[in-house]
C-alpha cells in the first residue's frame, strides 16, 4: 500500500496555501453550508482553517454550536482513562513514558491491580474507560490488554472498554475484536512526516506506515469503530488538523465509516521529556477554531475533551462542539488507588472530580451521559454513521443519557448533583418527541429508582 495515498502532503499544502486566498464572502458562504450539517470538503475545511478575522471566527463558533446541538444534542459524553502501564521501549520526545527518561517510576498492573483500578473507577461513578499502556511488546502486548479487558468485564460493572493501543497485525486486532473493545483508538500524533521521524527517535512507533495503516488492520479483523487524533502542537495545526481530516475522508470513501471519535490533545509538559518547550505554540483562540473546524466538517465524528486544558476552558469548550470528556483522570498506573505524580504520561490541568464536572455540566445546561448502549446494541461502524449523518442518533441518545445519569444520581451523586441531575432530567425528559419512548423511558426511570440497573434502548 502506498501510504502517500492516504496522507498527500503536497495536496494539503495546496489546499493550505490555496485557502489563504479565500475572500469573506467565500468564507461566510462555508460556514453557512455547513448548517445543513452534510460536512465539508478537504478545500472548504482549509479556507476555514485560515480563518483569522474576529466576526468570521464568532460566526464559525456560532456554527459550530448549532450542528453538535442537532446533531448530538446537548449530551455530554463521559469516561475515565485507565493506564495499565508506563512501561515503553519507543523514546517519543515529547512523553514522559519514554524511554530515556531514567527519572519514571515504572510500573505495569496485574491482573488483580488492574481490576482494583477499575473497582475505583466504578466507586466514581463511571461506566465508561479507556484502556492506555506504554508499548513494550514484552509487557504490554495483545494479551495483556486482552486479559485486562476481560477481567474487567468479568469482575467490575464497566460496560464499555475502549483501547488506545500501539498497532498491531491483524491477528492481534481479532483477539482485541473477541475480547469486545468497544472503539480502537490510535494517534498519529503527526503527521508530517519529517517532524514524526524527529519526534520518534527510537522504538517500534518509528514506523510511520505501520502505525497509519493500523486502523485498516482492525478493519480487516472486524473491528469497525474506531478514533483517531494528532498531539497538537507538534507541528503547524493547520497541516495536522487537514491530514487528520483527510485520513477521516479516506477511511469513510473507502469503507463508509468515519472515525467514531477525534481527540484534540494539546502538548503539555511531562516529566522527563524530550522538549523544552512547545514546538508549535497554539492559543486558546486557534484551539477554539481547531475544534470549530472539526465539527462543521465531520459533524457525525464525536470530539474527545481531556484533562489536559484548564477548567475554564474545558466548561467554554462544553457547547462549541465537544461531545465527550474525561472527568477525574489519573494518567499513571494505579492512580486510582494511589497519587504517584512522578509516574504520569503528562500534567492534567482539570483536577476536579467527576462530581463537580457533573455539576458543571449540568450548571450549563448539558446533560451527562455514561451510555454504553450503541456498542451493546451493534450500532457502531456504518450502522452508527448512517444514524449519526442522518442526525437520528439522538432519538436513542437522549433516553439513554437520562437513564444512565439517573443511574449515577441514585448510586453516586453528592446532594447538590443529585439536585442539580434531578431538574436536567425532567428537563431533558420533556424533550423526548416518542411518546411511545417517553412512556417507556419514565417507567425505566421508575425501575431505576427501584433498585434495576443497566437499562437502555
Known amino acids: 500500500m502506498n501510504t502517500h495515498d492516504i496522507i498527500n502532503e503536497e495536496k494539503i499544502n495546496e489546499y493550505l496555501e490555496k485557502g489563504k486566498k479565500a475572500s469573506k464572502e467565500e468564507i461566510s458562504a462555508i460556514i453557512k453550508k455547513a448548517r445543513d450539517c452534510y460536512g465539508l470538503s478537504l478545500k472548504e475545511a482549509a479556507i476555514l482553517l485560515q480563518i483569522e478575522d474576529e466576526n468570521l471566527l464568532e460566526s464559525l463558533f456560532d456554527s459550530a454550536r448549532f450542528i453538535k446541538d442537532k446533531i448530538y444534542g446537548n449530551r455530554i459524553v463521559i469516561f475515565a482513562p485507565l493506564y495499565t502501564s508506563n512501561e515503553c ?19 505495569t498492573l496485574s491482573k488483580e491491580e488492574i481490576v482494583a483500578e477499575a473497582k475505583a473507577i466504578e466507586n466514581i461513578g463511571h461506566k465508561r474507560v479507556l484502556l492506555v499502556c506504554g508499548e513494550d511488546p514484552k509487557k504490554t502486548h495483545v494479551d495483556h490488554i486482552t486479559d485486562a479487558v476481560g477481567a474487567i468485564y468479568k469482575d467490575v460493572d464497566i460496560r464499555r472498554i475502549n483501547v488506545n493501543a500501539a498497532p498491531m497485525s491483524v491477528e492481534d486486532f481479532k483477539k482485541l475484536k473477541k475480547a469486545g473493545i468497544g472503539t480502537f483508538q490510535i494517534f498519529q500524533e503527526t503527521y508530517h512526516r519529517e517532524t514524526y521521524e524527529k519526534m520518534h527517535e527510537a522504538g517500534f512507533k518509528r514506523d510511520y506506515d505501520y502505525r497509519l495503516t493500523a486502523i485498516e488492520r482492525a478493519f480487516e479483523a472486524g473491528i469497525d469503530d474506531f478514533g483517531i487524533g494528532v498531539l497538537l502542537g507538534l507541528y503547524d495545526y493547520k497541516f495536522d488538523v487537514l491530514a487528520t481530516l483527510m485520513h477521516s475522508e479516506y477511511m469513510d470513501e473507502k469503507y463508509n465509516v468515519g472515525p467514531h471519535t477525534i481527540s484534540v490533545p494539546r502538548l503539555r509538559p511531562a516529566l522527563g521529556s524530550g522538549l523544552s518547550e512547545t514546538p508549535y505554540p497554539i492559543s486558546d483562540l486557534e484551539f477554539k477554531k481547531i475544534i470549530s473546524v ?83 446494541a451493534n450500532r457502531t461502524g456504518e450502522v452508527f454513521m448512517e444514524l449519526a449523518k442522518d442526525a437520528h442518533i439522538h432519538e436513542f441518545c437522549q433516553p439513554n443519557a437520562i437513564l444512565t445519569f439517573k443511574e449515577n444520581l441514585v448510586q453516586f451523586a453528592s446532594d447538590q448533583t443529585k439536585e442539580k441531575g434531578e431538574k436536567m432530567i425532567q428537563k431533558e425528559f420533556e424533550k423526548i418527541d416518542d411518546e411511545k419512548m417517553k412512556e417507556e423511558t419514565l417507567k425505566r426511570l421508575k425501575r431505576i429508582e427501584n433498585g434495576e440497573r443497566d437499562l437502555y434502548f
Not at 476552558?313 to 462544553?318: M, T
Not at 512522578?342 to 492534567?348: D, G, L, N, P, R
Not at 446533560?367 to 450503541?374: E, H, K, R, Y
Open 89 to 107: 521501549t519507543n523514546n517519543c520526545l515529547y512523553c514522559g513514558f519514554r524511554s530515556a527518561n531514567k527519572e519514571l517510576h515504572r510500573r
Open 294 to 376: 472539526y465539527r462543521l466538517t465531520v459533524p457525525y465524528t464525536g470530539i474527545i475533551l481531556s484533562t489536559r486544558e484548564a477548567a475554564s476552558l474545558r466548561d467554554e469548550l462544553l457547547s462549541l462542539g465537544v461531545s465527550q470528556i474525561s472527568a477525574g483522570s489519573k494518567t499513571n498506573p494505579g492512580g486510582y488507588e494511589e497519587d504517584d505524580r512522578e509516574a504520569t504520561q503528562f500534567q492534567t490541568s482539570d483536577e476536579r472530580s467527576l462530581d463537580e464536572m457533573l455539576q458543571v455540566v449540568c450548571e450549563q445546561g448539558h446533560l451527562p451521559s455514561f451510555c454504553t448502549a450503541c456498542y451493546r
